[in-house]
């Protein structure tokens, strides 16, 4: 199998440098490409795509949250994990609400970094459960109300049985094997379940998945 293609955008050189280097060191990660802000890395990606960015969110000319949400809209679009220094930074919380498939902080361990990067690159959360619960919180705080909660349960009544069942599974973010194992089905079939969830709700990530379950109050 060929390494996955990754493409590293952050306005400090040295930032990019570091990942390039720590990245470097594992055979199945190859480092592409880099972009200093937004702009230039759907430009490159356009060009010559990549399996995934790694994005910063404050960056001049366009920040990460518009790349994302602009690379989101492209047919087959990559993978994106957005980097912050805050854990509750509201800019995290908004670049999931477009589409990233996750997030890592800047000073998050080396071996944990390239651990999220291959978990984002097979379908699986990067976020924990406790990472997760706090961003719903987060993002629901500001729209609360009987209103979001009808919207939600519109959307969720297309789903199956089965397909909520996982649906809530992935609220509580539980991973592809722990959901097989609970549902008693095979990780292929709970992929295919995934795969439908996100096309039925025209989410792009398990967190707008969560966040939908967690306003119909099915969390």
Not at 14 to 19: D, I, K, N, P, T
Not at 32 to 53: F, K, S, T
Not at 126 to 144: C, E, H, N, R
Request: proline residues 4%.
């Amino acid at each position: 199998m060929s390494a996955a293609r990754i493409m590293i955008v952050d306005d400090d050189p040295l930032v990019r440098s570091g990942l390039r280097l720590l990245l470097g060191g594992d055979p199945a990660l190859d480092v592409v490409a880099e972009a200093g802000n937004g702009q230039q890395a759907i430009d490159r990606h356009a060009a010559d795509p990549v399996d995934m960015l790694l994005m910063d969110l404050r960056m001049p000319v366009m920040d990460g949250i518009t790349a994302t949400a602009r690379l989101k809209s492209i047919e087959d679009p990559p993978s994106v994990i957005v980097l912050t220094t805050f854990d509750a930074d509201d800019h995290v919380v908004r670049a999931l609400a477009v589409g990233a498939d996750g997030f890592l902080l800047k000073d998050t361990a080396p071996e944990d970094i390239v651990a999220a990067i291959k978990n984002v690159l097979q379908g699986l959360p990067v976020l924990s459960p406790s990472v997760t619960a706090a961003l719903i919180k987060q993002v629901v705080a500001g729209d609360g109300g009987a209103g979001r909660s009808t919207r939600a349960r519109d959307e969720l009544a297309a789903l199956t049985d089965r397909e909520r069942d996982v649906a809530i599974c992935l609220a509580r973010g539980a991973s592809n094997a722990e959901i097989a194992t609970e549902l008693y089905m095979s990780v292929a079939t709970v992929k295919a379940h995934i795969s439908h969830i996100f096309t039925k709700l025209g989410t792009a990530n398990r967190v707008q998945v969560a966040i939908l379950i967690h306003d119909a109050g099915l969390a």
